[in-house]
């Protein structure tokens, strides 16, 4: 039996319309765009939250197949990344139910791609900084990380971050303030310790 | 206790610019100073913002082009995998029906000759014998079960290309 792949390429009333455009299920050149502009983000959030790089790696393969599997249709380019990073975070929390997760092993950049952070930041600070972090977002439960990083790496909306990690907005700002704090405190414990 | 300062919006807005040092200026650098909440804030998101550049940088993601060739070939992967299921689903359902009618014919059919031969005596008996050869009716049972029992085989065949065309 010939397999049919659920791609359906529709054409557009409204050519160059770019809301229905986006309403549309992936074709091969939309989906490569959206990949290109939202998968190394997405690899950032996962191996933040599992604190795995090469879980991160299988896991943003699989998120993305099942995104294009779902062939869900999105009102527009915020819906679509919104959905991305949802199933991201279900995958995630999946694979640290299961026990996958190695622990924190957060790669600590090179002298290159310190450099290419900034000018004007030291790099040896900036390493010791990242080690901090890492070592800060272990001790935070996977919820807490998931807000922290949506919201301040990321630069998420409330109801960005609502819709991705599946609670009210009304509650994002209270538990975001309360993850906050916490992995401030663990950032100054981690400093202050020699 | 959720206590937000008013500040915090533009404080983010200036950290993630990642220069909040230069546009915060004197001000800015007191308030944060004396607010507890603004401190944690720049404090946090400062590291997140310069680990979330690194990250960016150091993401060993695939190309696109990759990504995509993988998702069709495991697409294909399953939905082969789904229409064989079904197959064989309807192939083994459709034999235990056959089979359990065939038992069901068999056993009617024992009942029948059973009857049969009844009947046979009693019209031997009572009736005239061009009459009595009426028991041609049992020489219908065996290809009546054998048409019934070519339907069923037939029938996983049948279903087969009705789902294939969907």
């Known amino acids: 039996m010939a397999a049919t792949v659920a791609m359906h390429e529709t054409t557009l009333t409204a050519a160059g319309d770019t809301a229905a455009a986006a309403a549309l299920p992936m074709d091969e050149e939309t989906f490569r765009a959206f990949y290109d502009r939202t998968a190394r983000g997405l690899w950032s959030y996962l191996s933040r939250i599992t604190g795995d790089r090469q879980l991160a790696d299988d896991l943003v393969q699989e998120t993305y197949y099942r995104f294009f599997r779902a062939g869900a249709v999105h009102a527009d380019e915020n819906h679509r990344r919104n959905s991305l990073f949802q199933i991201a975070t279900n995958l995630g929390r999946d694979a640290m139910r299961r026990g996958r997760r190695r622990g924190t092993d957060v790669a600590l950049p090179d002298e290159e791609s310190a450099a290419a952070l900034t000018v004007t930041t030291d790099i040896a600070a900036t390493i010791a900084g990242r080690a901090d972090l890492a070592k800060a977002m272990a001790r935070l439960t996977p919820s807490q990380r998931e807000l922290v990083w949506l919201a301040y790496a990321q630069g998420a909306s409330h109801q960005d971050i609502a819709d991705i990690v599946g609670v009210k907005v009304g509650s994002v700002k209270s538990l975001l303030f309360r993850a906050r704090r916490k992995l401030a405190g663990f950032l100054g414990g981690e400093r202050s310790t020699p | ?166």
């Open chain 2, 1 to 166: 206790m959720t206590t937000v300062c008013e500040r915090e919006e533009l404080l983010l807005e200036v950290v993630r610019a990642g220069r909040w040092t230069q546009i915060g200026g004197e001000e800015l650098s007191s308030h944060i100073a004396a607010c507890t909440s603004c401190a944690e804030l720049v404090a946090v998101a400062s590291a997140l913002a310069v680990d979330h550049q690194a990250a960016l940088h150091d993401a060993p993601v695939p190309p696109s082009g990759l990504v995509w060739w993988r998702m069709q070939k495991r697409a294909r992967e399953e939905a082969l995998r789904a229409a064989n299921r079904t197959v064989t689903t309807i192939q083994a359902v459709s034999i235990a029906a056959g089979v359990a009618i065939a038992l069901l014919i068999l056993g009617t059919f024992a009942d029948m000759q059973s009857l049969l031969h009844g009947a046979k005596e009693f019209m031997t008996i009572h009736l005239p014998a061009h009459v009595a050869s009426g028991s041609a009716m049992s020489q219908w049972s065996v290809p009546l079960a054998l048409a019934v029992l070519t339907c069923f085989a037939l029938a996983p065949v049948a279903l087969y290309f009705a789902f294939a065309r969907d």
